[in-house]
């Protein structure tokens, strides 16, 4: 038997399920949306068409309404669970990626005029806060929920990676990186001694 290739959103369709349970495609969407979605893009008719996919590896399981709308509801298989926890089990190789446009934008400066970097630091700033603003409320809202503290820990680390953000396109607004640097240098000596 040929070797079963899963993607990313292989697995992220396997995780929802598991996480939410029995689901149909719209589903799957609203899920994304409101948790993996804000870090991990990708074209949302794929939570459409990968479902049927996996359910012809026997990952999931199909039932469908025999009348009205018809819809299609997913659930895990045994082998889809044991596919899923061997994924999450193995050893991550990819380097930490991230796709930016204002880093693509801050890479090709030069070709710009000055003041665009200082703009596109204003309008990155004001997204950041909106970020961490949006974070914060999830915390606020289900950070004491002991049911939802696993899920917690990536909202812990999107923090982290906007306020981090945050200092950077602050310093560069402000025409100063050198804060930044120095930090950074300061982090750098702690661990060599430790």
Known sequence: MA???????????????????????????RGVAHSVGYFWNFPHAQLYSEPERLA?????ALSAEDSG???KTYSLTTAGREALRTWLASPTEEHFEMRDIAE?????????EPEDVVALARDQIRQH???????????????????????????????E??????R????LEA????????????RGAVRSQS
Do not use: C
């Open 3 to 29: 070797e079963v290739r899963l993607s990313p959103t292989s697995y992220v369709v396997l995780g929802m399920i598991a996480l939410r349970g029995p689901s149909t495609p719209y589903d799957l969407k």
């Open 56 to 60: 012809a590896l026997g990952l999931l």
């Open 69 to 71: 709308r018809r819809r």
């Open 104 to 112: 693509l934008k801050l890479f090709f400066n030069e070709a710009g």
């Open 129 to 159: 806060e909106d970020r961490i603003a949006v974070y914060e409320d999830m915390v606020e809202r289900f950070g004491e929920d002991p049911t939802l503290r696993p899920r917690m820990l990536t909202l812990e680390l999107g923090l």
């Open 161 to 166: 990676m906007e306020h981090a953000a945050l």
């Open 168 to 171: 950077f396109w602050t310093a």
């Open 175 to 186: 025409g100063d990186l050198t804060a930044l640097q120095e930090s950074r240098r300061g």
